[in-house]
């Protein structure tokens, strides 16, 4: 059973408190990439899909789709997607987020709105994207957790979904899943499998989150093997999925990309550029603690969630500081008592500095005891996780030494004590 003793953390410069927080033309995917380097402060606001938020002009067109898709529905048909009718009798908010989607995706332009959403109810009839797709095993347990995967939630509830598809710069990795046209459409089912499982997690619901957040790791991209593939998977999420990303984070990007976005950033609405984030290599926790907390970022990328583990419920929450250039961080754990196990957790975003750790015992004349020894720690290095059994009374003593570098830091931390009774 967990407990929580008293913990300060003590700063050689300054004391910080910690907080805890429970019109659309086919681009390629290389100049959705430079998008991305447009955004340095985020500023894109998620729309709340409130009928009563709607301008007139929105709120008529609204009104002109639903009677056109009543027209251009067959007697027999019977429209819906993700298991709500989309022409259901009476007042469906849900149905409402779904048709201001299409609506956002064409500006509004009714008859465009109507063409985009036809094509997709048949799109989704043909790919039996609303039936089977969930629960096919279509044989790419290697790419499970690696390639493409849901993985916890940001700060504001939205699921969000890992890329990386730096495996296939393996040559034999890559003809395995790329060598031929099916292997490619068997791929391609994949990725709209894992998207489709995301998309279930979301409320449609007006105030709701009715989006998802899509980190894409650019670390090894084989750009030219795979840009038939990309191109694929950026038409079909296009054309069939509009307005569900509300946020889309690129990370480990390489230098060119800034520079050749400048290139193409007069032709892009700022909506689409507010949507976008990027982080160059060595900058990949620092930018996602920003959205998604410690807790729910896995290892790899400078957080504390293991994708192997299995917690049940949610993950335990972690506290986030900073650590300043030329300063020394102590994080003190307090009320442990003798026969007590502790288990901790600790990540700084980008490492490069001195951590050790040590026990300092309560009783006058006892000698602290050093649990871990003082070492510099890697900036690729995945966050600490250890544990120690006490003997007597005392605290822990987390050492954070960052005095070699005028750099802050972004940290987080938690533990979990175990009396004595319960290790028996």
Request: aromatic share 10%.
């Amino acid at each position: 059973m967990a407990t929580s003793p008293p913990l300060s953390v003590q700063q050689s410069a300054i004391n910080h408190q910690d907080h805890q927080t429970a019109p659309s033309l086919k681009k390629s995917f290389v100049t959705s990439l430079m998008e991305a380097a447009t955004l340095l402060t985020p500023s894109f606001r998620e729309d709340t899909y409130f009928v009563s938020d709607l301008k007139p002009s929105e709120k008529k067109a609204l009104q002109e789709f639903k009677d056109k898709l009543i027209t251009a529905a067959a007697s027999h048909e019977y429209y819906s997607m993700w298991g709500i009718p989309l022409l259901g009798g009476g007042c469906d908010e849900r149905a409402d987020v779904i048709l201001l989607k299409f609506l956002r995706a064409r500006d509004f332009r009714v008859a465009d709105s109507l063409n985009m959403l036809l094509k997709c109810l048949s799109w989704r009839k043909d790919f039996e994207a609303d039936e089977k797709i969930l629960d096919e095993d279509l044989g790419f347990k290697e790419l499970e957790a690696v390639v493409a995967y849901m993985h916890g939630y940001d700060r504001e509830g939205h699921p969000v979904c890992y890329n990386a598809y730096g495996v296939f710069k393996d040559k034999e990795m890559y003809e395995r899943v790329f060598g031929d046209e099916e292997k490619l459409k068997k791929f391609l089912r994949w990725r709209v499998q894992v998207l489709e499982r995301g998309i279930r997690l979301l409320h449609f619901k007006p105030g709701g989150v009715n989006s998802i957040i899509q980190v894409t790791d650019l670390k090894d991209m084989p750009k030219r093997e795979l840009r038939v593939a990309s191109n694929h998977i950026l038409s079909l999420f296009q054309d069939n999925y509009p307005e569900m990303v509300a946020r889309k984070i690129f990370i480990n990007v390489p230098w060119y990309f800034s520079m050749l976005y400048s290139m193409f950033s007069p032709f892009l609405t700022q909506r689409t550029k507010s949507k976008f984030v990027i982080s160059k290599e060595g900058n990949v926790a620092q930018t996602l603690h920003k959205f998604i907390r410690p807790e729910n970022v896995p290892v790899m990328y400078g957080g504390l969630s293991r994708l192997d583990d299995v917690h049940g419920g949610l993950p335990r929450p972690a506290s986030e500081f900073t650590v300043k250039g030329r300063e020394k961080v102590n994080i003190q754990i307090e009320g442990i008592e003798g026969g007590a196990t502790i288990s901790w957790d600790l990540v700084v975003g980008g490492w490069e500095l001195e951590y050790g750790a040590e026990f300092v015992p309560n009783g006058e004349g006892s000698y602290s005891i050093a649990v871990e020894k003082t070492r510099r720690i890697a900036a690729n290095e995945e966050p600490i996780h250890n544990s120690f059994t006490s003997r007597e009374a005392g605290k822990l003593v987390l050492v954070l030494d960052n005095t070699a570098s005028r750099k802050t830091k972004i940290a987080a931390y938690r533990y979990i004590l175990r009396e004595s009774e319960l290790m028996s």
